[in-house]
């Protein structure tokens, strides 16, 4: 048999402000981190400490590049959020400490198969593949923490075809940045590349072909995406 010849896929990168590339590594999410949000989704904000979930590096979508619609689902929700970039790594990170092993903010999309990810939980299986398809996480430019500090307040907003769906400020997130960071960090080792969406505030709802989304938190960017 001929050998396997294995050739490496490109870094993933996201641009940074400044004109630099930050090498992507892994990317965490957070789910229900506010409480309207949780809310609308059926659940109790206070009953549970933050909990993670992951998507593949290679789904992240520069800003201004069009999204594509997923195979296998009729039911695709917007979910706008901050994204922490890490840019030094730790395991057992304090709180007070966390925001040190913070290199920037962007704006990110979780994308959703509702659909599939209701029927996951319905039957108690992995909802894996309602988050971590390809092309779920449209992305804008990284703006470095030395530029615009650690946002702990601030209007986040998504509109779709230029009417509101979703608004809120960061200050109603229940687990702020440092702790999130901390809390991760006891699971597992995070390093340089790192990226974690941190959660969407209320008013997630489908979107379908031809649809655009312009995002926004207010100090650190916009992100704009079609989905075609």
């Known amino acids: 048999m001929p050998d396997f010849v294995f050739a490496p896929p490109p870094p993933v990168t996201v641009p940074v402000t400044d004109g630099r590339l930050f090498p992507v590594r892994r990317i ?56 922490v970039a890490i840019g030094t790594g730790g395991q057992e990170i304090s709180p007070a400490q966390a925001l040190s092993h913070v290199f920037g903010y962007s704006i990110g999309i979780d994308l959703t198969r509702r659909d599939l990810q209701d029927e996951a939980k319905g039957l108690r299986r992995p909802w894996d593949l309602s988050k971590g398809f390809d092309a779920s996480a449209p992305i804008g430019a990284i703006a470095p923490a030395s530029a615009v500090g650690h946002p702990a307040a601030g209007r986040i907003a998504l509109s779709v075809n230029g009417q509101i769906r979703q608004e809120g400020d960061l200050a109603d997130q229940i687990w702020p940045v440092p702790d999130i960071v901390a809390t991760l960090s006891r699971f597992v080792a995070l390093a340089p590349g790192d990226l974690i969406f941190t959660g969407t505030p209320e008013g997630v709802g489908a979107i379908v072909k031809g649809d655009k989304l312009d995002g926004e938190i207010v100090g650190i960017g916009t992100l704009r995406t079609r989905i075609v």
């Not at 965490?28 to 933050?50: I, K, L």
């Open 28 to 83: 965490f999410c957070v789910g229900r981190n506010y409480a309207a949000h949780a809310r609308e989704m059926g659940n109790d904000p206070t009953r549970e400490p933050p909990f993670f979930f992951t998507k593949p590096a290679d789904a992240l979508v520069p800003a201004g590049q069009d999204t594509p619609y997923p195979s296998q689902t009729k039911n695709l929700h917007h979910e706008i959020e901050l994204v």
